[in-house]
């Protein structure tokens, strides 16, 4: 029976370090996830501040009607961005009459 207690303290003991190695690699990998996390999330405050451009053109009348690059039209209202969705030859015959033109600032 000594023989067994003996056998079964070191299984004990071996069994107990075995855990505290999986524990420190855990620890080991949570620390090296934080690290690598804190890395990412301090990348954006490294980078320019970027602020918006303002659009090139918007809308300056309460409301127009400009066609739609993919067919059919769409009502914008006033200080709404004109982007590339709409034609070109609609934005351009919206800027002569006074519909769209540059954003105050």
């Known amino acids: 029976m000594a023989g067994q207690s003996a056998a079964e303290k070191a299984a004990e003991e071996q069994a107990a370090a075995e855990k505290a190695e999986a524990d420190k690699a855990a620890e080991a990998k949570a620390a090296e ?7 990412a999330a301090a ?20 409301v127009a009607v ?24 609609g934005v351009k015959h919206a800027q002569a009459v006074g519909l769209v033109g540059k954003p105050k600032k």
């Open 66 to 89: 400009l066609p739609l690059a993919a067919g059919g039209e769409r009502y914008v209202y006033r200080g709404t961005p004109v982007g590339d969705e709409f034609t070109k030859e």
């Open 33 to 39: 996830e934080k690290a690598e996390a804190d890395k």
């Open 43 to 62: 990348k954006p405050s490294q980078a320019k501040p970027t602020t918006p451009k303002a659009p090139a053109l918007v809308v300056t009348a309460p």
